[in-house]
């Protein structure tokens, strides 16, 4: 049901976007991905999420410890989907 009000762009951002966050796409689809990001409540949340990971896991491995294994990571999946619903408005 979520995903019916998710517009095409947000599901063709959602597919890149990690590849966005790394520096992996190109100059044209990086540019669509940004101006997204800035116009979309959502998706923006949704790379914000990402990139607090992504400096989470950076800090653990630069600390010498061992990196997040991938339950973890779902675990943190799942509570920025809780937040992405916690974020719409109650039908009131
Ligand atoms: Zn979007």
């Given at each position: 049901?979520?995903?019916?009000?998710?517009?095409?762009?947000?599901?063709?951002?959602?597919?890149?976007?990690?590849?966005?966050?790394?520096?992996?796409?190109?100059?044209?689809t990086?540019?669509?991905?940004?101006?997204?990001?800035?116009?979309?409540?959502?998706?923006?949340?949704?790379?914000?999420t990402y990139?607090?990971?992504?400096?989470?896991i950076?800090?653990?491995?630069?600390?010498g410890?061992?990196?997040?294994d991938?339950?973890?990571?779902?675990?943190?999946?799942?509570f920025?989907?809780?937040?992405?619903?916690?974020?719409?408005?109650?039908?009131?």
């Amino acid at each position: 049901m979520l995903q019916m009000l998710m517009s095409r762009r947000c599901r063709h951002v959602m597919r890149v976007l990690q590849s966005y966050l790394d520096g992996e796409v190109d100059a044209h689809t990086a540019d669509v991905v940004a101006a997204h990001l800035e116009e979309c409540r959502r998706c923006g949340l949704e790379a914000a999420t990402y990139e607090a990971i992504k400096v989470a896991i950076a800090s653990r491995i630069e600390a010498g410890r061992v990196p997040v294994d991938p339950a973890t990571l779902h675990r943190l999946h799942a509570f920025v989907a809780s937040l992405e619903d916690d974020g719409r408005a109650p039908g009131s």
